[in-house]
């Protein structure tokens, strides 16, 4: 598959009106979302890195390569992609950046929008379109990049990607630190994490993770301190004054990822950090078996997988209670990231009903092609 | 029935616009509009036909509905620091939105604040600097120049090496939409899926609207600053040990470059900082974060520098002396006008690793061409920032340097670099969008634009050449102002030194 190939399919499209699904590595077609298409796209055979410059940390890789060989190719020179979606390493970076999918290190290094410096899509029409550059900084014309970042393959088919790198940290330690005490004793620990340290990733478990992880029956959190040696050893005495940190095999990050990413069922719940902070502990210490809680404090997300465990254990929107974060003031967006098929009518309004992204769609995807429906649209 | 004459309808639309804002909020007469006809830029010059300054978020909704309504094109303005010239309104109205500068909630827990967009950088930065946060991007213009005019540009400045720029500082804006339509972009307290409209409206140049509120991400104040000057007698020694820290994988808060041009006019004006008047380049290397760790760094920094070339490494002991060192990069471009009445500066972005080989065309053009070019710039990002001194006034001269600074944004865009890093394309750089992109992006933006602003309207004339775009050949205000499409890249007309 090149980018001509993908031309000639979405212009064979075009003159057939045959709806496509965009993939990569197909990882997204679990997410059960209702695209109408006839046809697949795939862009798993479109891989590569094209062009990888270690000195000015910048690679740029066709749509189809995995993560891990994105990782695999910076590690040859101490640098890494300091994106970790949920999920395994054999995800494609094009679908990545077209569902923005981030993990924990994203309250740190940024999310996907953030680490992406351009890229090259095909738009409805068969239009080769290069957003952005190959430089760390730009503002030259309006800004494709973003906006085909998280656009789920609706806007056009993205097929290579130029992103920032950072160097490798000398010193890379993760911590995990027992949730214990009252409600308020816990909430105080994680206040006190969120306030004093600067760690890579900050992850709060719930339970039934725990459970899953090895890590014991209490609610936990997950301290990634990465950076030269001075900066951990620093912040790991802040963190040996607010609590009793362990420390354990940085591997527990890639099971944590690969043990959600095969839920069937995902919802993305985000709100103010305090306000998460403030409900966490009570959340993280509800059992509901097959029910996988974590979050991210400081991007104020918490992540609900639900299924993995017993093939029938659908999760309904009622299964976590949401109340203490949906009272008061302020509001919280919920995010449907993967469902069972049947859910999907019943949970999830189009998100980009609004006049805006109705004329966007319009403009870069005429002819209605390009993933239709998979944002409800 | 006779149309009625341009000076009859500008005086009907002053009347009105003085129905919403108040007689004293609306200018148009010549005199009074001088002020307005240039940004930071001195090159070009172009005269509105009124100007309106609303007080209020709804003086403004109903500024932008009466514009709508009556079918007029519009350039919303800041502080008009730009140097892109994208904040000139070309016989049209200026709706300038330095009178909306309220500070309209600040929650420091979550880190973060709501602004309206005439809130001037430094003055937010200066409120939640007692809180112990920070906002991040910190054009050189600072002092200055507004959130509003931040998220029109997408600035950066020299800290967005390490913390990134406006887009990566923006939760969340109410903008009212060139038809009068107030809409939602991104989320105050949450993260959104659909399209990131926010992301599209930051760094749109005017062109998509008018911001009426920013929430904007605050960062924690760094544990500890360490500020270094590094000093060369070569400027490729100092080229190639900013591409040796960048490789070496430290981010830097800061990583600045000057040339010798640069460091004596600084040391000849007001704002000398005490760098080495006999030094062909100095580099001020920031390092910011927990203190035993940037300790760490800075002493690999020193070393790289050393190892590289530098004389001499100093560190500012104090935030006195840091401040000093900071000043005399921050102000170079004014302490230009010592050398000559006007200044013509370039944005343009090149791949890190070859820094050393573009100031060494860059110096080669200069010579070519009988110019003095000043270099001060962010080097860790690539950013270059040469600029050239001159005369407007002298023909010939003029000539000489708009030649000299077409060879240089060509020798960037063959390295494989950006026309614009953080001054954005505006009148400016418009011109040279068809070199680094193809008809189909520059469609592909048209496209995006007619859907914010389907009149286009707002900011005409600006960022993407009309004639680039498939659908708008029939449009009439596209006809109208298809004279301003492509700017005399530098305009012969008098004008003044950068203030900045």
Not at chain 2, 120 to 138: I, S, T
Not at chain 2, 180 to 193: A, I, K, P
Request: aromatic share 4%; proline share 6%; with cysteine.
């Amino acid at each position: 598959m090149t980018t001509e190939a993908v031309v000639a399919t979405v212009h064979e499209s075009v003159d057939t009106r045959t709806p496509l699904r965009i993939c990569g590595n197909s990882t997204w077609l679990g997410a059960g979302r209702p695209v109408r298409a006839d046809k697949t796209l795939s862009l798993q055979s479109d891989s590569g890195v094209t062009e990888y410059v270690p000195g000015d940390l910048t690679l740029t890789a066709r749509a189809g390569t995995s993560l891990a060989e994105i990782q695999h190719v910076a590690k040859g020179n101490d640098q890494w992609l300091p994106l970790d979606p949920y999920g395994s390493e054999s995800g494609t970076i094009g679908a990545t950046i077209a569902t923005a999918s981030a993990g924990p290190l994203s309250a740190t290094f940024g999310l996907p929008r953030d680490l992406l410096l351009g890229l090259q899509f095909v738009n409805g029409s068969g239009d080769v379109v290069r957003a952005g550059g190959k430089v760390v900084k730009n503002v030259a014309g309006f800004d494709l990049s973003r906006l085909l970042t998280g656009s789920w393959g609706t806007l056009g088919v993205i097929t290579e990607v130029t992103v920032r790198l950072y160097a490798r940290p000398r010193s890379d330690r993760t911590f995990v630190v027992p949730l214990t005490g009252s409600l308020v004793e816990q909430a105080s620990v994680i206040q006190a994490m969120y306030v004093a340290l600067s760690p890579f990733a900050l992850q709060l478990l719930g339970v039934t993770v725990v459970r899953a992880l090895g890590l014991g029956e209490l609610p936990v959190a997950l301290v990634r301190l990465g950076g030269n040696e001075a900066v951990v050893d620093a912040q790991l005495k802040a963190l040996a004054k607010i609590t009793k940190p362990g420390e354990i095999e940085s591997e527990v990050w890639g099971t944590l990822r690969e043990l959600e990413g095969s839920a069937p069922s995902v919802i993305r719940i985000s709100s103010m950090p305090m306000r998460m902070i403030g409900t966490a502990a009570r959340i993280l210490a509800e059992e509901v078996p097959g029910v996988y809680t974590t979050i991210d404090p400081r991007r104020g997300v918490m992540r609900v997988a639900a299924g993995i465990e017993s093939e029938g254990s659908e999760i309904e929107t009622d299964v976590v209670n949401f109340d203490d974060l949906k009272s008061g003031e302020g509001s919280t967006e919920i995010i449907f990231e993967k469902l069972p098929a049947e859910l999907w009518s019943r949970v999830s309004p189009s998100v980009v009903a609004d006049p805006l992204s109705r004329g966007i769609k319009k403009a870069y995807d005429p002819f209605n092609i390009l993933n239709p429906g998979i944002l409800g649209d | 029935m006779t149309q009625p004459s341009a000076s009859t309808q500008r005086a009907s639309v002053s009347a009105r616009l003085a129905d919403i804002v108040g007689e004293r909020h609306v200018l148009s007469r010549p005199s009074e509009l001088l002020v307005y006809n240039s940004d930071g830029l001195p090159g070009y010059r172009r005269q509105p036909s009124i100007a309106v300054f609303p007080g209020s978020r709804e003086e403004t909704i109903a500024v932008v509905r009466l514009l709508a309504e009556e079918e007029l094109p519009f350039v919303p303005r800041g502080a008009g620091t730009g140097l892109s010239g994208g904040a000139l309104a070309d016989d049209i109205i200026v709706v300038g939105l330095h009178r909306l500068k309220k500070i309209l909630s600040l929650d420091i827990d979550n880190r973060r604040a709501t602004v309206e967009p005439g809130v001037v950088n430094l003055r937010l930065n200066r409120h939640v600097a007692p809180l112990g946060l920070l906002y991040a991007p910190d054009p050189s213009s600072e002092a200055a120049c507004t959130i509003g005019g931040n998220i029109a540009e997408n600035a950066g400045g020299p800290h967005c090496l390490k913390y990134g720029v406006t887009l990566n500082h923006v939760h969340a804006m109410t903008v009212v939409l060139p038809s009068g339509e107030v809409v939602e972009l991104g989320s105050r307290t949450g993260e959104r899926d659909g399209y990131d409209l926010r992301g599209a409206f930051i760094g749109s140049e005017g062109c998509f609207g008018v911001a009426l509120d920013v929430t904007v991400r605050l960062t924690p104040k760094p544990q500890t600053v360490r500020t270094l000057l590094a000093d060369f007698t070569s400027v490729d020694d100092a080229a190639r040990v900013t591409s040796a820290i960048i490789a070496s994988g430290i981010v830097p808060a800061a990583l600045e470059f000057m040339d010798g041009p640069t460091i004596r006019v600084v040391e000849d004006s007001i704002y000398a900082a005490g760098y080495p008047r006999d030094a062909e380049a100095v580099l001020l290397i920031e390092l910011d974060g927990i203190e035993a760790g940037v300790d760490a760094d800075l002493e690999v920094v020193r070393r790289i520098c050393l190892d590289g070339g530098a004389r001499n490494v100093k560190v500012a002991r104090d935030d006195i002396e840091r401040a000093k060192l900071w000043q005399g990069r921050k102000k170079a471009f004014g302490a230009m006008g010592r050398l000559a009445p006007h200044l013509i500066v370039q944005d343009a972005v090149i791949p890190r690793t070859k820094l050393p080989e573009i100031l060494q065309t860059i110096h080669a053009i200069s010579e070519k061409h009988g110019v003095l070019v000043c270099n001060v710039f962010h080097a860790g990002d690539g950013n270059l920032h040469p600029n050239i001194a001159y005369s407007a006034d002298n023909a010939e001269e003029s000539k000489r340097v708009h030649k000299a600074m077409t060879e240089i944004m060509n020798a960037c865009i063959d390295a494989g670099g950006s026309i614009t890093g953080e001054h954005g394309v505006g009148l400016d750089k418009m011109g040279y969008m068809e070199s680094i992109f193809p008809a189909s992006s520059l469609n592909a933006m048209c496209e995006l634009r007619s859907v914010f602003d389907p009149g286009r309207r707002s900011n005409p004339g600006k960022v993407v050449p009309v004639h680039s775009c498939k659908e708008w050949h029939g449009v009439k205000s596209a006809r109208e102002t298809s004279a301003a499409t492509v700017p005399p890249p530098l305009a012969a007309e008098p004008s003044r030194p950068v203030a900045q």
